[in-house]
C-alpha cells in the first residue's frame, strides 16, 4: 500500500475576491463557502473568521479542527464515508495544506438536553501568549467556521452537520486553484526493510461511547469494531475522524490525519525499527472485563502482527486509563516490550497520585505534564467565536479577562502539551 | 519604594490567644511584632511595611470573607512581596499561611514566603515556587528564622536569581511535588528513544513513577447480618431530577444524602446522574441500578438484614483528586458511623 502526498504549505491566509492558492498565499471568498455549505447550514448561522499563527487572538468553544485533504480526480475521496460513500483510503494521490486548518466553533442548540457525558467542555485555542503551548493548532492558520444553531436543530442534527461542513470545507480548500505553488511529494508506505530491525507496531486508543463521545473509522463509529490494524496511509487519507468534544483530551481529526507518533514511527522506519502499522482500539468501556478484553485483543492483534515493541498512545483519562493499562498489561505480558504515554494529574499542588491506574507491567512511561497545575491565563487581543467560556460546567468567565485555570481549558491540551515537550517531574 | 505586606495570626498581631481566635482581618498600616524585626533588618533599603492580621478561627469558618477582605487589601497596598508567619508547628496557622501564600502568588504573581516546620499540615497547601522557610517546631527558633526572611527579602531586592536560587536550596523546606517543566524534545520523540533502549537492552527509565494506590481493606462485619442497619453509598452521582443541590458532574467537592424511607423503588424520571466519567443513560432509565433500592427492599422483607438506613448518601467520583475524594468519603463515614449503621453498600462505576 502506498499513498503518494503532495504537501502544501502556505505563509498567508486571507480574504479575497476568490478562493485559491497564489505561490504560498491562500486567499478566501467567503461567499464560495457559503454556496458550498449551502445545504448542510439550515438553521445555522456561519460566521467565518481567520487566524494565523502567533496572532494575539483567542478561539473559544472550538469543537474540532479538519486538514485540508483531497484526493486527486479519479480516486475516492478523503474523509470516507462522510458526506461520501465509503471507499478504501491509503493509496493513489493526495493533496494537502499541511498547515491550515477547518475550525468549527459553536455551542449545542440544546445543551441542557444532553447527560453529563454527552455535554462538549469548553475548549479555548490561544494563538499566541502562554496558552499557546498548551493549544492543538496554535502553530497552524486557521479557517473558523463559527457556528450559531437556532434552538430547532436537535443536538443530533447539529453534531452531523459540523462535521460534515468542516470536511466539506477541508476537501474543497485541498482542491482550491493552485498557481505557482509548489508542493513537496511525501511517500506514506511502509517498504520491507532489513529483518535484524525490531518490529513496532503504534497502538492508537480512541475515546468511543456515545454521541459528542465517540471516533470514527470509515464513518462508522469505533465503539461499535473490535481492534482493528490501520495503515499509515489510511490515516493520512481521513479515515479516522473525531465526533469527540472532550475538548482538552481529545484527538481532533486533524491530528488523527497528521498524527505525530505515526510521522516519527514513519521517519524512523527501515533506519532504527521496523514499523508495521497502528492498531485502532478504544477506550472507555463499561465493564473492567471488556477493559480487559480489549487490552488482550489488542495484544494477540500486534503478537500475530509481529511486533516485537509497542508504542501506546490513547485518547482520554480517567476511565480510559484502565482500558489503556490493561492493553500495556496485556502487551508486556505477551512478550512486547511497551512504552505509553499519558498526562499526569498530580493536583495544583503537585502531591496527587500521577495516574489512576499504574500496574507494574507499565515500567516504560512518557509524561506529558501535569494537567491539573494552575496557570494565569491572561487575555488576547480578540476573542472568535463567543463572549463566555465555560470553566467545566462550574461557572462561567468572560474569556477578554485574565482567569486561574489549569491546561485543561485549552483545546487538544493533552496531545498540545506532549508535542510542546512537556513532562511533569519532582520539584521541590 | 519596596512594598512588603506580612500576614500573621491574632496571636503574633498581639490582639489575643485562643480567646481572640474568631478575629476578622485587620489592615495595619505598619509592621507588627515579628514584622518589626524582619522590617529592622531590611532597613538600609527603602521598605513600607503593613501588616493583615487575622484569628485562626475566622480564617477557616469564614475563609470566603476572609480572602475577600484580604483581596481588597492587596489591591489597595500593590505588595511587591507578601509573607505569612512564620507558623512552626501551628497547623491551623500553617494552614492559613500556605494557602494564602499559594493564592496570592497564583492571583497577584509577586514572590511568597512563609515559614513552618516539616510536620505542619499546611505543607499539603504549598503551591509551586512559593518559599517555605525551614523552622523548628516551636517558636523557639524564631530568631533564626526571622534572620532567614529577612535574608531572602534581601536577595529578592537584588534580584539576583542565582542568590535567590541558593537560598531556595539552603534554607527552605524540600516538598517532593510534581509539576510541569519544558523539555527540548516532543513525547513522540522520547517514547520512541525510550522503547527502542527497552528493545535493544540498554537501560532505560519510566518518566512516570508507579506510586500504589493506598489500599484500604473492606471491613469484615462486626456483628450478625440479621441485626444489621444498612446504608447505600454511590460515587455514581445520583441525585433526584433537576439535582437540586447543584452536585458537580465532575471534579466533585460534595456529598449529598437523600431520602429514601418512603419509596421501594427509584423510578426513572424523578432521579437522574450528574458524573461525566460513564455512560449514565442505563441509570438515568432505571436509577435503581446504581443504588439498588429495589434489590435492598426485598432483602430487608426477607429479614436478610434489619433495616435499610432512610437516606442514601451520593458523590460524583469522577474528576477529582484523591485527596478530596478522601475528604469526601471520610464525611461520609462519620455520618454514618453516628446514624448507628452497621454495613454500607457502595457502588461505584
Known amino acids: 500500500m502506498e499513498l503518494e502526498l503532495f504537501d502544501y504549505s502556505i505563509d498567508e491566509l486571507r480574504w479575497g475576491e476568490r478562493t485559491a492558492l497564489t505561490g504560498k498565499s491562500l486567499s478566501v471568498h467567503a461567499p464560495d463557502l457559503r454556496e458550498l455549505l449551502k445545504d448542510l447550514s439550515h438553521d445555522i448561522h456561519v460566521d467565518y473568521e481567520i487566524a494565523r499563527p502567533g496572532e494575539s487572538k483567542r478561539i473559544v468553544h472550538v469543537l474540532d479542527t479538519v486538514l485540508p485533504i483531497a484526493k486527486l480526480p479519479g480516486h475516492a475521496t478523503t474523509f470516507p464515508g462522510f458526506d461520501s460513500p465509503a471507499q478504501l483510503v491509503g493509496t493513489g494521490k493526495t493533496n494537502r495544506i499541511r498547515n491550515l486548518l477547518v475550525t468549527v466553533t459553536g455551542r449545542f442548540p440544546n445543551v441542557e438536553a444532553l447527560t453529563p457525558i454527552e455535554k462538549p467542555r469548553e475548549g479555548i485555542l490561544d494563538m499566541g501568549g502562554v496558552g499557546a503551548p498548551f493549544s492543538y493548532g496554535s502553530d497552524c492558520f486557521h479557517l473558523i467556521l463559527s457556528l450559531t444553531p437556532a434552538s430547532s436543530v436537535s443536538n443530533a442534527t447539529f453534531d452531523q452537520s459540523l462535521r460534515n461542513m468542516a470536511i466539506r470545507c477541508a476537501r474543497y480548500l485541498a482542491q482550491v486553484e493552485k498557481t505557482n505553488s509548489e508542493s513537496e511529494k511525501q511517500v506514506i508506505s511502509l517498504k520491507p526493510v532489513s529483518e535484524h530491525l525490531p518490529t513496532v507496531v503504534l497502538i492508537y486508543q480512541v475515546q468511543s461511547q456515545l454521541c459528542c463521545a465517540r471516533t470514527f473509522y470509515y464513518a462508522e463509529e469505533v465503539s461499535k469494531t473490535l481492534p482493528t490494524f490501520v495503515h499509515p496511509a489510511e490515516f493520512f487519507d481521513g479515515a479516522v475522524v473525531s465526533g469527540n468534544y472532550k475538548s482538552e483530551r481529545k484527538i481532533p481529526t486533524s491530528q488523527h490525519c497528521a498524527n505525530p507518533f505515526i510521522a516519527e514511527l514513519l521517519e524512523r522506519h527501515g533506519k532504527s525499527m521496523n514499523f508495521l502499522g497502528a492498531i485502532l482500539s478504544r477506550g472507555y468501556n463499561d465493564s473492567f472485563e471488556q477493559k480487559k478484553k480489549m487490552g488482550l485483543w489488542v495484544a494477540r492483534l500486534a503478537r500475530n502482527l509481529g511486533a516485537e515493541g509497542a508504542i501506546a498512545i490513547m485518547e482520554g483519562t480517567g476511565n480510559g486509563t484502565v482500558d489503556f493499562m490493561q492493553t500495556v498489561k496485556a502487551c508486556e505480558d505477551e512478550g512486547i516490550k511497551t512504552v505509553a504515554v499519558l498526562h499526569e494529574s498530580n493536583g495544583p499542588k503537585g502531591y496527587e497520585r500521577p495516574l489512576v491506574d499504574h500496574p507494574k507491567e507499565a515500567d516504560g512511561m512518557i509524561s506529558r505534564g501535569n494537567v491539573s497545575e494552575r496557570m494565569y491565563i491572561p487575555p488576547l487581543a480578540t476573542v472568535i467565536g463567543g463572549s463566555e467560556i465555560d470553566l467545566h460546567l462550574k461557572a462561567s468567565h468572560d474569556p477578554r479577562l485574565p482567569f486561574l485555570f489549569d491546561p485543561t481549558i485549552f483545546f487538544g491540551s493533552y496531545g498540545k502539551m506532549g508535542s510542546s515537550g512537556f513532562r511533569a517531574e519532582y520539584e521541590n | ?349
Open chain 2, 1 to 349: 519604594m519596596i512594598k512588603v505586606l506580612h500576614y500573621v495570626n491574632q496571636f503574633f498581631a498581639g490582639i489575643g490567644g485562643e480567646d481572640k481566635a474568631g478575629h476578622e482581618v485587620l489592615f495595619l498600616p505598619h509592621a507588627v511584632g515579628v514584622g518589626a524585626v524582619i522590617e529592622n533588618a531590611v532597613k538600609v533599603h527603602p521598605i513600607e511595611y503593613a501588616t493583615i492580621a487575622c484569628g485562626d478561627n475566622y480564617f477557616h469558618e469564614e475563609e470566603e470573607k476572609a480572602l475577600q477582605a484580604i483581596r481588597a487589601s492587596i489591591d489597595r497596598f500593590q505588595p511587591d512581596f507578601f509573607l505569612a508567619g512564620p507558623a512552626f508547628n501551628a497547623g491551623r496557622y500553617g494552614l492559613a499561611c500556605a494557602k494564602l501564600c499559594s493564592w496570592v502568588q497564583d492571583n497577584w504573581r509577586i514572590p511568597a514566603i512563609t515559614g513552618m516546620h516539616e510536620g505542619n499540615p499546611g505543607i499539603r497547601e504549598v503551591g509551586r515556587r512559593l518559599f517555605v522557610i525551614q523552622t523548628g517546631s516551636s517558636a523557639a527558633s524564631m530568631p533564626e528564622t526571622l534572620k532567614c526572611f529577612s535574608l531572602l527579602i534581601e536577595r529578592l531586592i537584588s534580584r539576583d536569581t542565582k542568590a535567590i536560587e541558593d537560598f531556595r536550596a539552603e534554607y527552605c523546606l524540600p516538598i517532593p511535588r510534581r509539576f510541569t517543566v519544558k523539555t527540548d524534545t516532543p513525547d513522540y520523540v522520547r517514547a520512541v528513544d525510550l522503547l527502542l533502549a527497552k528493545l535493544n537492552g540498554q537501560p532505560y527509565e519510566s518518566e512516570i513513577p508507579r506510586i500504589e494506590a493506598q489500599q484500604d481493606p473492606i471491613p469484615n462485619l462486626t456483628g450478625r447480618l440479621k441485626d444489621a442497619t444498612v446504608a447505600l453509598v454511590t460515587e455514581g452521582g445520583l441525585v433526584p431530577k433537576g439535582n437540586p443541590d447543584r452536585l458537580e458532574s465532575s471534579r466533585g467537592t460534595k456529598y449529598f444524602k437523600y431520602a429514601i424511607g418512603d419509596r421501594d423503588d427509584l423510578k426513572r424520571g424523578e432521579f437522574q446522574a450528574m458524573h461525566t466519567g460513564y455512560d449514565t443513560s442505563t441509570v438515568d432509565e432505571d436509577p435503581d441500578r446504581i443504588v439498588p433500592l429495589d434489590a435492598m427492599r426485598v432483602l430487608e422483607k426477607a429479614e436478610r438484614f434489619k433495616k435499610l438506613h432512610d437516606h442514601y448518601f451520593v458523590t460524583t467520583g469522577t474528576g477529582a483528586m484523591p485527596s478530596k475524594m478522601a475528604e469526601i468519603g471520610a464525611g461520609i463515614a462519620d455520618e454514618l458511623a453516628g446514624s448507628g449503621i452497621n454495613a454500607v453498600i457502595l457502588t461505584a462505576t
